[in-house]
């Protein structure tokens, strides 16, 4: 996969120009992660927006001694505690990897040097920010107006084969249900 699929994704939403591309692709540094291990956690300040080159993370929080999945976030995509990125303040989120797996990170500071030293940074920057929030946007939507049968399988659908390496207490607290009504979903469905 490497730096050309950053350019790939990147260039989704805006084309990005060889000197723009001299500029930013230098910024992202690989790094290996396992699974269960934490990029971030509560209390800390996200350092890096990643780009997820294989594997799969989740975002969650504790709530009265159970956690609760925020977020996944899959191979081609990026992720981070964005709002403590955003903000360089501690993060309200924990962020873990659910498999072993590989991504791409840029610093905070480096992402501003992008911003500042290439014409598309700060398109692709919002571009991303906006593609960020309508996600969001229509997950608490999902939560709203979808029955936990319709948003396991929009997830479904989305990730097929990476659906298959998350744990269902995973799953069950992502679409808002108990592990249980899950395995009965699971079971009216198939």
């Known amino acids: 996969m490497g730096k050309s699929a950053i ?47 294989r594997g799969v993370l989740r975002s969650y929080v504790l709530r009265q001694e159970s956690e609760v999945t925020l977020e996944f976030s899959f191979e081609g995509t990026l992720f981070s505690s964005y709002d403590s990125f955003l903000q360089q303040s501690p993060s309200l989120v924990n962020v873990e990897a659910i498999t072993t797996g590989s991504l791409w990170r840029i610093s905070y500071d480096d992402l501003q040097t992008i911003y500042a030293k290439t014409q598309a940074g700060n398109i692709l920057g919002r571009l991303a920010a906006e593609s960020l929030y309508l996600e969001k946007s229509a997950r608490e939507l999902g939560l709203l107006t979808k029955s936990a049968g319709e948003r396991y399988l929009e997830l479904f659908d989305d990730q097929p084969i990476l659906i298959q390496q998350i744990p269902l207490k995973f799953i069950a607290s992502y679409i808002g249900i108990s592990p249980q009504a899950l395995s009965r979903i699971r079971k009216r469905i198939s």
Request: aromatic share 12%.
């Open 7 to 53: 350019r790939q994704a990147l260039e989704t939403l805006h084309p990005v120009s060889e000197k723009d591309w001299e500029v930013i692709e230098p910024l992202f540094a690989q790094s290996p992660f396992k699974r269960k291990e934490h990029l971030v956690r509560v209390g800390e300040v996200e350092k890096y927006l990643y780009f997820i080159e």
